[in-house]
């Protein structure tokens, strides 16, 4: 996992400090290798240094100096040419990235006009440059992170774009291409039903499309799907889908006791962890085969408690 350094508490911010995220460095560190990055460092700069912002046209903003002026962008592009041509042999399996940084900020980056007004539509040339090159790459600003939906939603990414990629790695073939799919069904209905349709459409006449372009459009479907958030309302129809699968083995009973807890999770009065647990004891219990491979039933190590917030 790319991450920016100063989120590793490496001091090299501008003037000498960091920013080191705990959620990163103690929680995430126990799943991920880093490759910390310092666009401003790495391009050669010094530490402490002037503070640097983004200036001009928003769509292609210059990264100057904000006392003297000093224009560093043609230094930070050609280095972000050369860091993402290292990047490529890194395996790469996501990136987190430092908010409102000139170099390293994903989103609303402030961008100053000629009359010294900001704009919050820039991005950093680093981040910029990591985004375009690697497009199907999970990114996420740390500040993000702290939405707890937004957290689930980008952990969920980087570990499926991870399953992804051990399956492009490992003899892929139309065969296998058909069981990924399968697994991940309920996962990619929970983000995108349109996808899973979409994508279920191709995977039927995929025998007649070529290998290299099959797992092309379906990867791009896949990553796109897994862009857009879980939320309740989705979550609930997976739910229910699971249920269906049900329907020859549980009693009336457990199907009420199910029933009532996916409607307490459907009135934000319980985590999704709770109706999840249930399932997954019916499943272990009834050996249902559809269910016990699907992916969406732990798409990341628990102990992350990704699914434990209401």
Partial sequence: MGVSSCLLGTPVRYNGGHKRDRYVTDTLATYFDFVPVCPEVECGLPVPRETMHLAGNPDNPRLVTTQSGVDHTDRMKRFCEQKVAELKNENLGAFIFKKDSP?????????????????????????????????????????????????????????????????????????????????????????????????????????????????????????????????????????????????????RDEKAELIEVIEDYSRAIIPLVVPLTLIKHYVRKYEVPYLQHQVYLEPHPAELMLRNHV
């Fill in 103 to 251: 170099s390293s900020g994903l989103h609303r980056v402030k961008v100053f006009g000629n009359s010294g007004k900001a704009s919050k539509k820039g991005r950093g040339l680093f981040a910029d440059a990591i985004v375009n090159h690697f497009p199907l790459l999970p990114v996420e600003e740390e500040g993000r992170l702290n939405d707890v939906y937004l957290r689930e939603n980008f952990i969920e990414r980087v570990f499926c774009y991870h399953r992804w990629k051990n399956f492009l790695e490992n003899g892929p073939d139309y065969k296998k291409l058909v069981d990924f799919h399968t697994r991940h069904k309920l996962q990619i209905m929970a983000h995108s039903p349109k996808h899973l349709s979409w994508m279920g459409k191709l995977v039927a006449a995929g025998k007649d499309i070529e290998q290299r372009e099959l797992f092309e459009q379906y990867q791009e479907y896949l990553m796109q799907a897994m862009t857009l958030k879980a939320t309740i309302k989705k979550n609930v129809n997976v739910l229910y889908h699971i249920m269906g699968h049900f329907k020859n083995y549980i009693s």
